[in-house]
């Protein structure tokens, strides 16, 4: 991938002068880089004091990057968190394996060290998702492990009209197949192993659901937004995980080794226009390449957090050697 280096510039101090407000890049709005100019200062009291200018900071760049304020543990990530927004969300209707590290602090998406994520808006595979989501490097690692971001804004204006304008006629629909034997289990996904629940959720979400195999296994189907209207700001964001669920998202050797044994409908996860036709897999090429280009990556620092509107800009992972904690927190629900 080619990702555009990154050169910090300051731009002014705040009114303040307890903290210096930087760009990471000349050329680049995002992120907002916010540290301490001087020592002593406590992230928590001074975010409690300053919520008013944060907001107006995320909505104008999309994503906040607070450095070298000395965050070393979860509870103090949770607070920080809880100071800006309130409560935390449940992870819940997952799509990546993740586990609960405190409160409702969470690993990052627990995929092998030597594999990518692509850019993705977290739950965009749904009818509801957070508007905000917190991520904090614990432990860094030498190489790698970088959480790319990119403005979901650029991504929608890039792509040719004629691709968008299809997408926003017929929107997504996410094909999803729980097992034990593949990907997550229902139990995994919907945290819960009582039926009705599920039933219940699915119903209240628009999602179709069907019981197989005497009940054994799961599959569901939900047609969603391909661009969605930001609430706040009223611009226009790609807004979709059609290029995560898709089959050409897959190794081609695992993809192979999955389509010799099951029918495309049942594998563990696909997409498809919401009327059920094939998406293109060159579409998507073109729109998984106009994320590479767009992208902005940076080397984690330990104790930083990234604050990012959820809705603005996407996010991934690189791929690392070593030992990397990053934990996420997610907060302020948003339905359509």
Same mark, same amino acid.
């Given at each position: 991938?080619?990702?555009?280096?990154?050169?910090?510039?300051?731009?002014?101090?705040?009114?303040?002068?307890?903290?210096?407000?930087?760009?990471?890049?000349?050329?680049?709005?995002?992120?907002?880089?916010?540290?301490?100019?001087?020592?002593?200062?406590?992230?928590?009291?001074?975010?409690?004091?300053?919520?008013?200018?944060?907001?107006?900071?995320?909505?104008?760049?999309?994503?906040?990057?607070?450095?070298?304020?000395?965050?070393?543990?979860?509870?103090?990530?949770?607070?920080?968190?809880?100071?800006?927004?309130?409560?935390?969300?449940?992870?819940?209707?997952?799509?990546?394996?993740?586990?609960?590290?405190?409160?409702?602090?969470?690993?990052?998406?627990?995929?092998?060290?030597?594999?990518?994520?692509?850019?993705?808006?977290?739950?965009?595979?749904?009818?509801?998702?957070?508007?905000?989501?917190?991520?904090?490097?614990?432990?860094?690692?030498?190489?790698?492990?970088?959480?790319?971001?990119?403005?979901?804004?650029?991504?929608?204006?890039?792509?040719?009209?004629?691709?968008?304008?299809?997408?926003?006629?017929?929107?997504?629909?996410?094909?999803?197949?729980?097992?034990?034997?593949?990907?997550?289990?229902?139990?995994?996904?919907?945290?819960?192993?009582?039926?009705? #629940? %599920?039933?219940?959720?699915?119903? /209240?979400?628009? $999602?179709? +659901?069907? =019981?197989?195999? *005497?009940?054994?296994?799961?599959?569901?189907?939900?047609?969603?937004?391909?661009?969605?209207?930001?609430?706040?700001?009223?611009?226009?964001?790609?807004?979709?995980?059609?290029?995560?669920?898709?089959?050409?998202?897959?190794?081609?050797?695992?993809?192979?080794?999955?389509?010799?044994?099951?029918?495309?409908?049942?594998?563990?996860?696909?997409?498809?226009?919401?009327?059920?036709?094939?998406?293109?897999?060159?579409?998507?090429? #073109? %729109?998984?390449?106009?994320?590479? /280009?767009?992208? $902005?990556? +940076?080397? =984690?620092?330990? *104790?930083?957090?990234?604050?990012?509107?959820?809705?603005?800009?996407?996010?991934?992972?690189?791929?690392?050697?070593?030992?990397?904690?990053?934990?996420?927190?997610?907060?302020?629900?948003?339905?359509?």
């Amino acid at each position: 991938m080619n990702f555009k280096t990154t050169r910090r510039q300051a731009v002014k101090v705040s009114s303040t002068e307890l903290v210096k407000i930087e760009l990471l890049q000349p050329e680049q709005p995002l992120p907002l880089v916010i540290q301490p100019a001087v020592g002593g200062i406590n992230l928590v009291t001074w975010v409690a004091s300053n919520r008013d200018a944060i907001t107006t900071w995320l909505l104008q760049h999309g994503g906040l990057l607070f450095r070298n304020f000395d965050i070393k543990e979860v509870p103090q990530f949770e607070q920080f968190i809880q100071t800006l927004s309130g409560t935390l969300l449940d992870y819940s209707y997952r799509s990546t394996p993740r586990s609960q590290v405190s409160g409702k602090i969470y690993t990052s998406t627990e995929y092998p060290a030597n594999q990518s994520i692509p850019l993705h808006n977290e739950m965009a595979y749904s009818l509801s998702w957070p508007m905000k989501i917190w991520f904090c490097c614990l432990k860094s690692v030498k190489q790698g492990g970088e959480t790319p971001i990119v403005d979901s804004r650029k991504v929608f204006q890039r792509i040719d009209s004629k691709i968008k304008d299809k997408f926003i006629k017929k929107k997504v629909m996410y094909v999803r197949n729980f097992s034990d034997n593949l990907d997550l289990s229902w139990e995994n996904v919907f945290q819960t192993k009582d039926k009705l #629940e %599920i039933e219940n959720y699915c119903s /209240q979400s628009g $999602i179709e +659901f069907e =019981w197989k195999d *005497g009940g054994k296994h799961l599959k569901t189907r939900q047609v969603c937004q391909a661009v969605a209207t930001h609430p706040k700001t009223g611009e226009t964001v790609w807004f979709n995980q059609a290029h995560l669920f898709h089959v050409s998202s897959l190794n081609s050797e695992i993809r192979q080794t999955l389509l010799s044994t099951m029918k495309e409908d049942e594998l563990p996860r696909n997409a498809y226009y919401g009327d059920g036709s094939p998406i293109e897999a060159s579409v998507l090429d #073109e %729109i998984r390449k106009i994320y590479q /280009q767009e992208a $902005i990556i +940076f080397p =984690w620092q330990e *104790g930083d957090v990234l604050m990012l509107d959820n809705m603005l800009i996407a996010h991934g992972r690189q791929p690392f050697i070593g030992s990397r904690k990053v934990v996420v927190g997610m907060a302020e629900p948003f339905s359509i």
